[in-house]
């Protein structure tokens, strides 16, 4: 298995990125359709995290087309289509490490992530969850929809397999690189509830693709 860090990798993918996410990634074409329906209606302005060319903005801009979009992404290649795909939105791009990006404080009634999140471990998960939290308004949400674990015990080995390639190839724990980590659904309530969420909670799934929802007071 070839390692490569995480903005060329996706990079290397953009043309292709759209119809394997539609098509090939079990899950992401209803996930899209479901994440969608579960933006509060009141929704103005909206935190995207790994934003990629924008798949998931497509059904939410039919449902919010004078939405305010902030959308964060590792690689410029992936903002420069998803500018191209919504040239007439409202729309600010930040080509950036999210767990780096300075989000603000209460400032945002939605933050969404799609298929991004199961890179990286929990710990630093934990670290941006309270990040997200802190820049969303009172009665705001937080939706990620992402590649689970089946279990805690698969978990575990993932991360372990993980760890022990970046030793043997020597690579830094603080080098974003494509790796799938994924926790499993108890571990992402645990860590929503750590991060200072009200409620938390998995409303749908397909094979290994959830959707959780977590609540600001």
Known sequence: ????????????RVDAYESHMLNRVEGCRE????????????????????????LELKLIFEKF????????????AMLNKLRKNYPQKNIDLICGDYFKV??????????????????????????????IHESLKPSACYIECDYIAEDLKEEKFLFAEAEKMRKEENISSDMLIHLDTPCCVETQLRLFSAAGFAMQEK?????????FK???L
């Open 203 to 211: 409303l749908w799934q397909s094979w290994h693709t959830a959707i």
């Open 214 to 216: 977590a609540d600001v």
């Open 1 to 12: 298995m070839t390692i490569e860090k995480m903005d060329d990798f996706f990079a290397k």
């Open 31 to 54: 996930g899209y359709e479901k994440i969608a329906e579960l933006v509060p209606s009141d929704c103005k302005n909206l935190l995207d995290l790994g934003c990629g060319t924008g």
């Open 65 to 76: 087309p004078n939405l305010h979009v902030v959308g964060v992404d590792y690689t410029q």
């Open 102 to 131: 300075d989000f603000g404080k209460e400032k945002y009634d939605c933050a969404i992530s799609f298929q991004t999140m199961h890179h990286f471990s929990s710990e630093s998960k934990l670290a941006l969850y309270k990040k």
